[in-house]
């Protein structure tokens, strides 16, 4: 559904400038409705309707006032925004969202399928950097060790 990689900009009311190759795919599929939350490793997590719903009725079969569960759900569904993309495609972020991700004007739209993520340059750059050493072996783990060890030989052709 959403995939790839685009630089964005908000504008001073704090709205973003979705990318053209994510706004076709949101006309196509009449994805006018978002809910945006707290990510992992400082993004902006953005699900569309369908999906954030689907994602809420997952999460509901747990004991609401577990600790952990509850710090979670705090942090996770205390921090959503449900916004609407307005007629130039723009999507407003909430100020609390984007001193979360550390996003002032300039950020990284990533399409990761089910979701897209809002990065700040930065935040994306440490991501990238800090995994990069990672990147074979999650290969390896999600699509069986062959491919890991064939990136892995390949590598070490090339290097040689």
Not at 15 to 37: A, E, G, K
């Amino acid at each position: 559904m959403y995939y790839g990689e685009s630089q964005a900009s908000l504008d001073d009311k704090g709205r973003l400038n979705v990318p053209m190759q994510f706004r076709s795919i949101m006309d196509i599929h009449d994805h006018d409705v978002w809910y945006m939350t707290r990510g992992f490793d400082g993004a902006i997590f953005v699900f569309e309707k369908e999906n954030w719903q689907r994602l809420v009725q997952q999460s509901g079969g747990h004991l609401p006032l577990e600790p952990r569960m509850l710090d979670f759900r705090r942090l996770f569904l205390g921090g959503v925004a449900k916004v609407k993309r307005d007629n130039q495609g723009r999507l407003p972020v909430p100020a609390h969202l984007r001193e979360y991700a550390g996003i002032d004007r300039e950020a990284v739209v990533l399409g990761v399928e089910d979701h897209l993520e809002l990065w700040s340059k930065e935040g994306w750059r440490a991501f990238q950097d800090r995994q990069a050493e990672r990147y074979k072996a999650m290969a390896a783990e999600l699509f069986g060790p062959g491919l890991g060890a064939a990136a892995a030989t390949k590598g070490e052709v090339q290097g040689a």
